[in-house]
């Protein structure tokens, strides 16, 4: 999974899944000191029988309520006794636990295994995972549907084979309708379970969108009804993230974003998108708690994240050495070689990292009045989105070269000298050359649509250069008053 975070913040570790364990953790204090106790210390009669999970799978729902999560059981008896079910808010992941191999699908997109990780931890379809215990403390469900008791019991040494399906984005739905499948094997066949939940609903479209665009505003959750009675404000938030899409579709001349997804789930503050989607996801609380300009701003560097993934500027050469020089690794080192080889930095014990002040100077907090996100510092991804961004408002640069710059909450604000302000213009010759060598050898996206791209960078290289050209003229003027 790519997910791109506009905030750098510690909310945004997998909190879907804190969340899960959040849910599963009240009854672990109990549960792990019982029945995972082993068999000659528990009194337990659970434990003494291996559940046989070659003939008896489960499927666990996490389902979302109010922004919480929940989570529901079904065993594959009950399912094919009676194959509906309908779930009190949506369906943000799927689990099916069985000692069988099964071919599980859900909507035709077949559940992928899951994998058991060094530390005894559950491995999922993407990067978050959850430790044995908490995933596999079954007995206290929220809503118990089984009457199969051997299936609500686990032996923290059996070797469970199981499968899962999780949204890409964390906290979102596994399907957008009102109703989904859950196909599982039964006598060679498929045997269909329908899930009947509350899916995305769309907002009016002469409410949320202007004529010349095309976008949809969708909302997952169960406050729908009572949105602008809570936000008083919020048509003025939504035309503001219209706004920002739209502000680079037209510097770019491209479409980048078919549906804009607000997610009524608690504990995530962000904004995020994902390789292959035309779409942004904004959190409910991002949309309710940031200021109206901010939230332009954050909708801007999202449709960004997806012209860096049409161009895939990440991928490039000359645009990984920049990065890699500015983290301040050696020519020969590991971090480097992992860097320019496979675009992702691998940082090792002990080593260190030089925060460049390049860095500091495209975030959206320095380079964009009033602003407070960006951390292009964090990978290429980021620093690609944050540099374009800086590209659409020229007119600053020259002002923000003599700026203050917020650099970190215990750190004083940094000005830059005038050797670290030309190299900084020089950086941005650098990347400015490098994103139109891209766009140049680029044979997938329309011609015309490259050419302009082609165009805009031109345009930002004269620019830089005329700022350059200014710091020659005062270099030569101060040269020559001292030489009097």
């Known amino acids: 999974m790519k997910g791109k975070h506009f905030y750098k913040s510690v909310i945004m570790v997998p909190v879907l899944f804190m969340a899960l364990g959040m849910a599963l953790i009240p009854s672990a204090a109990f549960s792990i000191d019982r029945h995972f106790a082993g068999p000659e210390k528990s009194d337990s009669v659970h434990l003494l029988t291996h559940p046989d999970y070659a003939q008896s799978t489960m499927i666990v729902l996490f389902n979302v309520k109010n922004g919480k999560v929940k989570k529901s059981f079904h065993s594959k008896a009950d399912l094919f006794d009676n194959p509906k079910i309908t779930v009190d808010g949506y369906v943000a ?45 079954l007995g206290m469900a929220d809503h118990q549907d089984s009457t199969d008791t051997a299936i609500n019991r686990y032996f923290e040494d059996h070797s469970v084979k199981g499968y899962s399906f999780f949204p890409i984005i964390p906290g979102d739905a596994v399907s957008p309708d009102n109703r989904f499948t859950i196909n599982i094997p039964k006598n060679g066949k498929k045997h269909a379970v329908s899930v009947y939940q509350n899916g995305y609903k769309n907002f009016p479209r002469k409410e949320a969108l202007s004529d010349e665009m095309e976008i949809q505003i969708r909302y997952l959750g169960d406050g729908f009804e009572s949105l602008e009675r809570q936000i008083p404000d919020y048509q003025e938030r939504i035309d503001a993230i219209i706004e920002g899409v739209a502000e680079v579709e037209k510097a770019f001349r491209t479409r980048l974003v078919r549906k804009v997804n607000m997610v009524d789930y608690d504990g995530i503050h962000n904004a995020l998108t994902s390789v292959g989607y035309k779409d942004i996801w904004f959190f409910i609380e991002t949309f309710k708690k940031e200021p109206v300009s901010e939230l332009k701003t954050i ?103 003599h700026a203050p710059l917020k650099i970190g909450a215990n750190r004083p604000p940094l000005l830059l000298s005038t050797d670290e302000q030309a190299k900084t213009l020089t950086f941005y010759q650098r990347m400015i050359a490098s994103f139109t060598a891209v766009i140049g050898r680029d044979t997938v996206i329309g011609s015309d649509e490259s050419q302009h791209l082609i165009k805009f960078m031109e345009t930002a290289f004269s620019s830089v250069e005329d700022l350059i050209e200014n710091f020659v003229t005062v270099a030569n003027l101060d040269s020559s008053r001292n030489s009097l």
């Open 93 to 137: 992941g799927i689990m099916a636990f069985t000692d069988a191999e099964q071919d599980i699908t859900v909507d035709g997109i077949r559940l992928r295994q899951v994998s058991r990780n060094k530390d005894s931890a559950i491995g999922f379809n993407h990067s978050e995972k959850l430790k044995t215990k908490q995933i596999f403390i």
């Open 299 to 401: 909708a801007r560097h999202e449709a960004l994240h997806l012209l860096v993934d049409k161009y895939d500027f990440t991928k490039s050469g000359q645009i990984r050495e920049i990065f890699a020089e500015l983290k301040g690794y050696d020519q020969l080192s590991l971090e480097r070689f992992f860097l320019v080889t496979q675009g992702k930095s691998k940082k090792r014990s002990g080593s260190r990292e030089k925060r460049h002040y390049f860095f500091d100077f495209v975030n959206e907090k320095n380079f964009l009045p009033g602003s407070k996100g960006g951390h292009s510092q964090d990978n290429l991804d980021e620093f690609c989105t944050s540099f374009l961004h800086s590209l659409m408002f020229p007119e600053l640069m020259g002002t923000n070269l």
